[in-house]
């Protein structure tokens, strides 16, 4: 009897032993099949974020403060190429479509395999599909949201040319467009021009636009900011600076861009002969979030005497 269990426990171990090497090969196939679903599933979350990532940050206007489509989708393609380069991934084809504040985006990705090459699959194509809308955060009531303490376009300040003032165009002073021969900007710090009005304001620059040139000295300047729908208070200082109104002509003026470019709107004619500081508001209540264009002209007699403003202010006071 003990001889026939030893020739039974040998046998069922040699039968273990071949059911062991028959099964071996699928068990190893079913973890390299696990552990290669868990990498093709890392590798899709990365694409996903990669695509929801570019979608957020580049399309929306307050990111790339421009209202034209065009721009706005290759801004974000150039961003979506970045960061896939960055994290190793390969792309076989991408594409977005924009439309003001809708974007959709969609793109191919290839997943290369590693273990289930061997069972005839050596790459995954996958497409990921991602739509993002809606406007920017609210700025918080009471905020600045445009002023003119100019600086240069990387933050630092503005050096004078001249001692206490100098002319620049637009692009030195950290806005975006402009006309005319150049903007020109007053340090009134003491022992420079006179006296500023008592204000809190951090800047000691006062804007001239009609500069100090020969001829065609009428200049304007436009920045390009987005608004939220609310009420908002134009503020700014304005002096005449010599007794010829006609001279000293100043025009404040704002523009819709999207979805479609509405006519400018006159916020400020300025003209005062009095040489004295003159604090003049205005509240604005805007119905729809939109990108605009705040421009300033010089609109009096073109004779390098303008009038001059300081302090310009577009605060946010709060929603409708």
Same mark, same amino acid.
């Given at each position: ?136 955060? %609210? +700025? ?5 949201? $445009? &002023? ?7 933050? @630092? =300040? *503005? ?41 809190? %304001? +951090? ?5 001239? $636009? &009609? ?7 009428? @200049? =304007? *300047? ?99």
């Amino acid at each position: 009897m003990l001889r026939t269990i030893g020739h039974f426990a040998r046998s069922r171990c040699g039968n273990i032993a071949i059911m062991t090497a028959l099964l071996m090969p699928m068990f190893m196939v079913l973890i390299g099949v696990i552990f290669e679903t868990g990498m093709a599933l890392a590798n899709y979350s990365v694409s996903y974020q990669i695509e929801r990532d570019a979608c957020n940050r580049a399309t929306k206007p307050t990111r790339t403060m421009t209202p034209d489509d065009a721009v706005r989708r290759s801004t974000v393609l150039d961003l979506f190429d970045a960061m896939v380069a960055s994290a190793g991934q390969k792309v076989t084809s991408r594409d977005a479509t924009v439309n003001w504040l809708n974007l959709d985006m969609t793109a191919t990705f290839t997943y290369n395999t590693a273990f289930v090459t061997m069972l005839g699959i050596p790459k995954i194509t996958y497409t990921i599909d991602y739509k993002c809308a809606g406007i920017p955060p %609210y +700025p918080r009531d009471g905020a600045v949201v $445009l &002023d003119t303490n100019f600086v240069k376009p990387d933050g @630092s =300040s *503005i050096p004078m040319k001249y001692g206490c003032w100098g002319i620049y165009k637009y692009n030195e002073i950290g806005w975006d467009a402009g006309s005319g021969p150049g903007t020109e900007i007053q340090d009134w710090r003491p022992g420079c021009f006179g006296s500023l009005p008592a204000t809190q %304001y +951090p800047s000691t620059y006062v804007l001239e $636009l &009609d500069s100090d040139e020969a001829v065609d000295s009428n @200049s =304007s *300047i436009t920045k390009v900011f987005e608004l939220h729908p609310g009420r908002y208070e134009f503020s700014v200082w304005y002096n005449g600076r010599i007794t010829d109104t006609a001279s000293n002509i100043i025009g404040v003026y704002l523009q819709q861009r999207r979805p479609v470019v509405a006519p400018e709107v006159n916020l400020f004619r300025l003209s005062d002969g009095t040489q004295k500081w003159i604090l003049f508001k205005r509240t604005v209540t805007v119905g729809q979030y939109s990108v605009y264009n705040l421009t300033i002209k010089a609109e009096g007699t073109d004779d390098t005497y303008g009038g001059l403003i300081y302090a310009f202010n577009v605060v946010y006071v709060d929603t409708q």
